[in-house]
């Protein structure tokens, strides 16, 4: 089963922005429990915008389908009033495995040091 992934543009306002981030640093210590991963990161270039990354093993355990505990639900809810989230912010993408590298003939480190 493909791990899935969301990635969420969200734009937090000052006064906000450190409510938000330890709203975020809580759930993802929560999703850290469940095997699932949740990362944030700030524009260089852009006040006030954020990304925030969102990992499961697989689509129906992501966290915009996953049953949630009431203190997860209390927290996703209390992000919903401190950000703005894109539109698409819970679209979700699943990984395409790889096939190895030394199955498919293609170029390993091994190959390197043969020659």
Same mark, same amino acid.
């Given at each position: 089963?493909?791990?899935?992934?969301?990635?969420? #543009?969200?734009?937090?306002?000052?006064?906000?922005?450190?409510?938000?981030?330890?709203?975020?640093?809580?759930?993802?210590?929560?999703?850290?429990? #469940? =095997?699932?991963?949740?990362?944030?990161?700030?524009?260089?270039?852009?006040?006030?915008?954020?990304?925030?990354?969102?990992?499961?093993?697989?689509?129906?355990?992501?966290?915009?389908?996953?049953?949630?505990?009431?203190?997860?639900?209390?927290?996703?809810? #209390?992000?919903?009033?401190?950000?703005?989230?894109?539109?698409?912010?819970?679209?979700?993408?699943?990984?395409?495995?790889?096939?190895?590298?030394?199955?498919?003939? =293609?170029?390993?480190?091994?190959?390197?040091?043969?020659?």
């Amino acid at each position: 089963m493909p791990r899935a992934l969301s990635v969420s #543009r969200v734009s937090v306002t000052s006064e906000k922005e450190a409510e938000y981030l330890e709203t975020i640093r809580q759930l993802a210590v929560l999703a850290d429990r #469940r =095997g699932q991963r949740l990362w944030v990161f700030r524009s260089a270039d852009k006040p006030h915008a954020f990304v925030e990354f969102s990992e499961s093993s697989s689509a129906m355990s992501h966290r915009a389908r996953a049953s949630r505990t009431p203190e997860e639900l209390k927290l996703e809810m #209390r992000l919903q009033t401190l950000a703005t989230y894109a539109p698409d912010a819970w679209e979700l993408w699943e990984e395409i495995p790889q096939e190895s590298r030394h199955s498919s003939g =293609g170029w390993s480190p091994e190959a390197d040091e043969d020659g």
